[in-house]
């Protein structure tokens, strides 16, 4: 229980991750104490605290802090839970009725994606991305999708040494691979992997973000990639992007 003695220090804390959360990266202790009418002092004192509960990252080179893993996962927690499933499932039907192929929503946990609805078009082969089912961002369509709307600062956190690469004994990919593919999906405005999860299977996904431009879920499709011309990829692609955006206009408005 909060005593009325804890409150106002609560509400601080509070108040510094709502201000960091509408960000668009890290920023100094200085902006926030004069950002928020707050004693420099406190703003230190609180950020140590949340720190150390793995809601905020220190940057020292950049002298700057920003949201840590436990804030994505609290995020995270909230959008499984309702809105994005329960706004999602008809956009996501209407994307499969549309292009034919099966597709899925999935929210950043950690250094996983979590898949939370999978829509399967008719005549189409299941697919590892069921309902519940973990696996590595840096792998994924989805994950790529959503890494790629964060700062790179919190990439560079979230993937700080080859050991955050290595899924089951073996090393996938390196933090210079990881940062060149997510430079080539900001510039197509879409993520694609093919092959890396399920052989002869494909994928593009965008990212669905909030006001601040946080990746709050990301939209898939998924298909045999043989199958599959580069004109009918983009096509694809494009389809998917639309749905994005369409979903971002049911969660947030606007």
């Not at 605290?49 to 996962?73: C, D, K, N």
């Not at 099966?102 to 950690?110: D, K, N, Q, R, T």
């Not at 994924?140 to 999708?145: D, I």
């Amino acid at each position: 229980m909060v005593t009325s003695a804890e409150a106002p220090t609560v509400a601080a804390a509070l108040r510094i991750l709502s201000f960091m959360a509408a960000q668009q990266g890290p920023v100094a202790a200085a902006t926030l104490a004069r950002s928020l009418g707050l004693p420099r002092s406190s703003v230190y004192r609180l950020l140590s605290t949340l720190s150390e509960q793995g809601f905020v990252l220190h940057f020292p080179e950049a002298r700057r802090y920003g949201l840590g893993i436990a804030a994505f996962e609290l995020s995270s927690g909230y959008v499984r839970q309702e809105p994005v499933t329960r706004l999602g499932r008809p956009v996501l039907a209407t994307l499969v009725d549309r292009v034919g192929e099966s597709a899925h929503l999935a929210v950043l946990v950690g250094r996983e994606v979590v898949y939370l609805v999978e829509e399967r078009a008719p005549r189409r082969p299941a697919l590892v991305t069921d309902v519940g089912v973990r696996l590595p961002s840096h792998l994924t369509a989805s994950g790529r999708a959503l890494l790629a709307a964060l700062p790179r600062e919190q990439v560079r956190a979230l993937f700080p040494d080859a050991s955050a690469f290595t899924r089951r004994g073996v090393t996938t990919q390196t933090h210079a691979g990881l940062r060149a593919e997510l430079v080539r999906t900001r510039a197509r405005g879409y993520a694609v992997e093919d092959g890396e999860i399920t052989p002869g299977f494909s994928s593009v996904a965008v990212a669905v973000t909030d006001h601040a431009g946080w990746p709050v879920t990301s939209l898939a499709v998924t298909f045999e990639g043989t199958a599959v011309t580069d004109e009918r990829r983009v096509e694809l692609a494009e389809a998917v992007q639309r749905h994005a955006e369409e979903l971002r206009r049911r969660l947030f408005g606007g």
